[in-house]
């Protein structure tokens, strides 16, 4: 079975400061993993994937994350946090099925 | 090339009452999918929809209904909705060349059971 784990369902940076949103993953084959950003009233956007090609992976706005087989996580970073990053962000995993299964979500707050 | 869209955006029903939310997409994917979102919960997959003709049950499909029956369209609906269905639904669709591929989502209905 797959699924995934978010750590922290706020965070809440100053702006200027390193996001660092955590996601750890279950799955018992190879997994595409995912990330997702949903601002407030509005659906969700792909960020950035994993799909077995670089472990590091970069995203639109500046967003990047690094797939830890070992370590079964696929943390998403930026280094410097901007207002305008203020949404919900979303994991998700997809281990060969038909469907994606989605972490609960952790919520960024970015203070001036 | 609008994507993704839903209709309605926002809808109040009474308990016992029926309703049916539209979901179509213009990219021409074979995929399609209806999610609920709760606080805390992240989102659920209720039915989803491999083809024209085709459906499938999700998590949470208690209560729901769909229909593909035309490839660009995806219908949930709700033959007797009960305030647990208060949520917000959203719609996707990715086209199924390998299990990477993205899923494109709609702005999402908010529906008030009372």
């Known amino acids: 079975a797959q699924s995934v784990t978010q750590l922290g369902s706020h965070v809440s940076v100053s702006e200027g400061a390193l996001v660092l949103l955590r996601c750890n993953y279950s799955?018992?084959?190879?997994?595409?993993l995912f990330w997702y950003v949903q601002y407030p009233n509005q659906g969700l956007q792909l960020l950035l994937k994993?799909?077995?090609?670089?472990?590091l992976v970069k995203g639109i706005n500046g967003f990047e994350a690094e797939f830890k087989k070992s370590e079964t996580s696929f943390h998403l970073t930026k280094p410097s946090a901007h207002m305008s990053d203020a949404a919900e962000y979303f994991c998700?995993?997809?281990?060969?099925?038909?469907?994606?299964?989605f972490g609960t979500g952790t919520r960024l707050q970015v203070f001036p | 090339n609008a994507g993704v869209t839903q209709t309605p955006k926002f809808r109040v029903l009474k308990t016992g009452q029926s309703m049916t939310l539209l979901c179509a997409q213009d990219?021409?994917?074979?995929?399609m999918y209806w999610y609920r979102q709760d606080p805390g919960m992240g989102l659920r997959l209720i039915h989803y929809?491999?083809?024209?003709?085709?459906?499938a049950k999700g998590e949470v499909p208690d209560g729901y209904n769909v229909s593909r029956l035309k490839k660009q369209n995806f219908l949930l609906g709700l033959e007797s909705a009960a305030p647990s269905q208060t949520s917000v639904y959203f719609c996707?669709?990715?086209?199924?060349?390998?299990?990477?591929?993205?899923?494109?989502f709609g702005p999402g209905t908010r529906l008030l059971v009372l």
């Open positions: 990219m021409n994917h074979e995929y």
């Open positions: 998700a995993v997809n281990s060969n099925t038909d469907k994606l299964i």
């Open positions: 799955s018992s084959v190879p997994p595409y």
């Open positions: 929809s491999v083809g024209e003709g085709t459906t």
């Open positions: 996707a669709s990715s086209s199924p060349r390998e299990f990477g591929e993205t899923q494109y």
């Open positions: 994993y799909t077995s090609a670089a472990t």
